[in-house]
């Protein structure tokens, strides 16, 4: 059971889930010309653990905002369940949860503040002298490598760093579930890193972090789980390292003036590769989940009597997964 802390935080539950949705439909719905209506999230299925970091990944913003919105207890769902660390949530009910910290954005952070002072300041009803709380929030800005944010003005900085910012302040808290809620926002690979670290912050002490983004190299280097959005429902999801193993199998990418030609020359070589042609060049993908090895890459090149300009061997991302999955390309 939960024990409450004052400040509206409460003692980690013993539940094994942090979220578990099933069947979940929201009450919005698409309107088409013919009259027919579709609702925007259909059958979504998800289980969130202790300690995980999850990447929800689609192109549609409002669809990404409205799935977080419902898990968080922002918006009612129409049909299905949604339990928060296993217990039931009313689906009418419209406030966010004690247990949950919900984030979109970072428009609600004081622009007159530094990073900081803010963070002193959502800390200061803690149990804890002053001076303890600023060692502690200055020794989380280090081993997060965001100490440079630390003296900047809010409002000097980015949309994208205003979000880490509330997001540090999720991981001074005790919250359970933190829902990062970003779809409109990029961020660079420090920034990523940053999230990266306080997403292990909230795992260590139990909880678990939901982000809802556009941004794949983020979510690639941010969390441990995937899932992707796709025209409504949640599909392909699974840990980072299925994902990228089973979906993104493009091996290497080969440059020549005339691909079409190669490719035909290379798919006579070896039938068992998969050969599209993209402008100037060939990219080459495997049936299987294991790597094409270079040698095999530059015999078929030898036996096929080709060259190639340039020859570049092609890492499994998270980008790459998801293209596969929306071209209908995924094996």
């Not at 909230?202 to 992707?228: E, K």
């Not at 080969?254 to 993209?278: C, H, K, M, Q, S």
């Amino acid at each position: 059971m939960k024990h409450r802390k004052p400040g509206g935080y409460s003692e980690p539950s013993p539940a094994t889930y942090i979220v578990q949705a099933s069947g979940l439909t929201s009450r919005e719905v698409y309107q088409y010309a013919d009259g027919r209506q579709e609702s925007v999230l259909r059958g979504v299925y998800l289980e969130i653990r202790r300690g995980e970091c999850w990447g929800v990944i689609g192109n549609e913003a409002f669809e990404l905002e409205l799935l977080t919105q419902i898990i968080g207890n922002v918006r009612p769902y129409g049909s299905g369940r949604c339990v928060l660390v296993e217990r039931g949530m009313m689906r009418k009910k419209r406030r966010i949860l004690p247990h949950v910290f919900y984030i979109s954005g970072g428009d609600t952070v004081p622009g007159n503040l530094n990073t900081l002072e803010y963070l002193m300041y959502v800390t200061a009803h803690f149990d804890t002298p002053g001076c303890e709380r600023q060692v502690a929030i200055l020794e989380m800005l280090l081993q997060t490598e965001l100490y440079h944010l630390t003296l900047v003005p809010i409002k000097y900085l980015s949309a994208a760093e205003k979000a880490v910012v509330c997001l540090l302040a999720a991981g001074l808290s005790r919250a359970l579930l933190v829902i990062f809620s970003v779809p409109e926002l990029s961020f660079d690979p420090k920034l990523s890193k940053g999230i990266r670290h306080i997403a292990n912050r909230i795992a260590g002490r139990g909880g678990a972090l939901l982000i809802a983004s556009r941004d794949c190299d983020m979510a690639q280097t941010a969390c441990d789980h995937a899932a992707f959005l796709i025209n409504g429902k949640l599909t392909q999801r699974g840990t980072m390292d299925e994902l990228l193993t089973y979906l993104d199998r493009r091996a290497y990418i080969l440059e020549n003036e005339t691909p079409e030609a190669l490719a035909g020359a290379l798919g006579r070589v070896r039938p068992d590769w998969i050969l599209r042609v993209f402008e100037r060049e060939v990219h080459v993908y495997s049936q299987n989940t294991e790597k094409v090895a270079e040698t095999e890459m530059l015999d078929a090149l030898l036996a096929a009597g080709q060259t190639v300009d340039a020859l570049q061997t092609s890492k499994r991302t998270l980008k790459n997964a998801y293209r596969e999955v929306l071209a209908g390309h995924a094996l």
